[in-house]
């Protein structure tokens, strides 16, 4: 063994770089030879390319590849697993079209803001906090296999949702869709990843990707025309059948692919990062119920989850396999790196909350026309991630991704000079730009993180970003909704002198639930103080919030390494590691 680690590694460490389709490709012996013997998987990120990283500490193990698929049947397989990938994307854009009629009492479910924030967050909770541990079950039990329950799961809990008789069964059929969505992102990666090889791999990747753009500009579209033809519960409905064509097409298409190297689940770690968060965001969002900070009921959660937070990393400091590895955040670029690409998706969590209200709340947009209205985010954000790789090639990763980073804060920021007569072409030129700049950040910045890692560390570099990066989505919109509640209940609160109890009591929960007792009343003066109040507080907010993109933007600028250190392209790593069907 000594004499063939000896003559291996030397190979390993010959890389040859080579161009594809989606930039350059580094190919490594050492992919054949080492204890990295099997990928993790294809992580894909919002506004930002795929990127596919090794798995870490993993036994040596030594495999051959079993017999190609036939083209036309691996082709059938990527068109199985672009539909999957496109349903998760649409699930994630539907909601925030869905918000505004969700807290409609008459035509959704009368959802407070804090309800809404949980039928958020708790998709995000479940998605995050289960992920890693579904790649360890897809190992032992085959990828189709989970893939199969995964998306059993998903349609179930979308055929739930769409029935949900009240906010909290929303909330819990939500927290259902996130747990098959968790089982369905790493077997979909994985299945790819075991389905194709060599250059068609390369192509596999590139046109996989897109299903992530489709999704983005589709899906507030597609809910904007379910919501403006049918009842709300049809932007989960739709899921259904989607799911059910998918499970056809894994039944009869994909083998189930298994790793022979099992991976641990680290259930300790599993519990103690779900318990933390949700106790956490429990706290953060009761704020925004009850308008204070000092009540038992809030601080206590949030001091309860921030100590299972650290003893969840405690715990992941003993284990040897982590599903997540604090050590790596020590190091200064990857630690400051992931710590900017929290803070931003906190940012852009919370602003996308924000912008629901505001389009079809307080301007009064059809959900059809607020869809069409979000188009030049998605569309700024698949133009910026190319962009991106061009620009970090020529200039470095700091200069570029800096003043992105400045410019997406400023956009967000923008957001308070916002008002119920702004003119429809200045929100989409601030949404385009918004769009733009963030995809000029996430995509390199992650795809950096990762390849600058030694090969050993990058599966746990990939666990580290995403958990990093959906911890930041929760945070945001816990707290980017607690904000917009308070501020809008101290603005309410002068116009609300001389009514009713009940009418006070109501208007006082939401602008939607102030617009809706107004009209009842007829009053419509306090319909128009319920859009004024939210104004404001949509103004504090988003100044709070351009405040938290923009110390993301600092952290960059002091940890990413100077202009001067210009590495190569911003890398696609593939592997031609050794594969085995079942």
């Known amino acids: 063994m000594k004499s063939f680690n000896s003559q291996i590694?030397?190979?390993?460490?010959?890389?040859?770089?080579?161009?594809?389709?989606?930039?350059?490709?580094?190919?490594?012996?050492?992919?054949?030879?080492?204890?990295?013997?099997?990928?993790?998987?294809?992580?894909?990120?919002?506004?930002?390319p795929v990127v596919q990283v090794p798995a870490d500490r993993y036994p040596k193990v030594f495999m051959t590849a079993p017999p190609t698929l036939p083209k036309s049947r691996q082709q059938l397989i990527?068109?199985?697993?672009?539909?999957?990938?496109?349903?998760?994307?649409?699930?994630?854009?539907?909601?925030?079209?869905?918000?505004?009629?969700l807290a409609d009492p008459v035509r959704g479910l009368g959802a407070d803001p804090g309800q809404l924030q949980w039928a958020t967050g708790s998709y995000t909770l479940a998605?995050?906090?289960?992920?890693?541990?579904?790649?360890?079950?897809?190992?032992?039990?085959g990828h189709r296999t989970v893939f199969s329950s995964g998306l059993v799961i998903f349609a179930g809990s979308s055929l739930w949702a769409a029935y949900a008789s009240d906010a909290g069964q929303l909330i819990a059929a939500r927290a259902a869709m996130g747990?098959?969505?968790?089982?369905?992102?790493?077997?979909?990666?994985?299945?790819?990843?075991?389905?194709?090889?060599?250059?068609?791999?390369?192509?596999?990747?590139?046109?996989?990707?897109?299903?992530?753009?489709?999704?983005?500009?589709?899906?507030?579209v597609l809910a904007g025309f379910l919501l403006d033809h049918f009842w709300w519960g049809s932007v989960f409905l739709i899921n259904v059948p989607v799911a059910v064509l998918a499970l056809v097409g894994l039944a009869v298409l994909v083998p189930n692919f298994r790793s022979p190297t099992l991976r641990p689940l680290d259930p300790a770690g599993m519990l103690l990062s779900i318990?933390?968060?949700?106790?956490?965001?429990?706290?953060?969002i009761r704020a925004g119920q009850v308008a204070v900070w000092s009540r038992t009921d809030v601080w206590a959660p949030i001091v309860v989850g921030l100590v299972l937070l650290a003893v969840f990393v405690l715990v992941e400091l003993r284990v040897k396999v982590p599903s997540f590895d604090p050590r790596l955040l020590a190091q200064r670029t990857f630690g400051g790196g992931n710590l900017a690409l929290g803070l931003l998706l906190f940012a852009v969590a919370a602003i996308t909350f924000y912008n629901a209200f505001y389009l079809q709340g307080a301007l009064g947009f059809s959900p059809m026309k607020a869809g069409l209205a979000n188009i030049p985010t998605a569309f700024g954000a698949l133009v910026g991630a190319p962009l991106a790789s061009r620009l970090v090639r020529r200039l470095s990763l700091r200069p570029v991704t800096v003043p992105a980073l400045t410019v997406a804060a400023l956009t967000m920021g923008g957001y308070g000079f916002l008002g119920l007569q702004t003119p429809l072409v200045w929100i989409e030129i601030l949404l385009l730009i918004q769009g733009l700049s963030i995809g000029l950040v996430i995509g390199p910045v992650t795809a950096a993180l990762i390849s600058n890692l030694p090969l050993e560390q990058a599966g746990a570099g990939s666990a580290v970003t995403n958990t990093v990066r959906q911890t930041g989505s929760v945070i945001g919109i816990a707290v980017g909704g607690t904000i917009m509640s308070i501020m809008y209940r101290r603005a309410i609160e002068p116009s609300l002198e001389g009514a009713p109890g009940p009418v006070q009591d109501q208007a006082r929960v939401s602008a939607e639930q102030a617009r809706h007792v107004a009209t009842a009343i007829h009053r419509p003066a306090l319909a128009q103080a319920a859009d004024n109040a939210f104004i404001h507080a949509m103004h504090?907010?988003?100044?709070?919030?351009?405040?938290?993109a923009l110390l993301g933007a600092t952290v960059l600028l002091i940890t990413l390494p100077a202009a001067g250190k210009k590495k190569g392209p911003i890398p696609e790593l593939e592997y031609e590691e050794a594969r085995s069907s079942v």
């Open 9 to 48: 590694r030397p190979r390993a460490q010959n890389c040859s770089v080579r161009k594809s389709a989606r930039g350059h490709i580094f190919r490594s012996a050492a992919t054949f030879f080492t204890r990295n013997s099997k990928l993790d998987g294809v992580v894909e990120f919002a506004y930002g």
């Open 78 to 101: 990527l068109a199985v697993l672009m539909l999957c990938s496109l349903l998760i994307w649409l699930d994630n854009t539907v909601l925030s079209t869905a918000l505004e009629t």
């Open 127 to 141: 998605f995050a906090t289960l992920m890693f541990t579904a790649g360890a079950l897809g190992d032992r039990f």
């Open 179 to 220: 747990v098959g969505s968790a089982l369905i992102t790493p077997a979909n990666s994985a299945i790819l990843m075991w389905t194709f090889n060599g250059p068609a791999r390369a192509a596999a990747i590139g046109i996989f990707s897109t299903s992530a753009g489709v999704g983005m500009a589709a899906g507030p």
């Open 275 to 284: 318990s933390g968060l949700v106790a956490l965001a429990y706290g953060l």
């Open 540 to 548: 504090v907010g988003a100044g709070w919030i351009a405040v938290i």
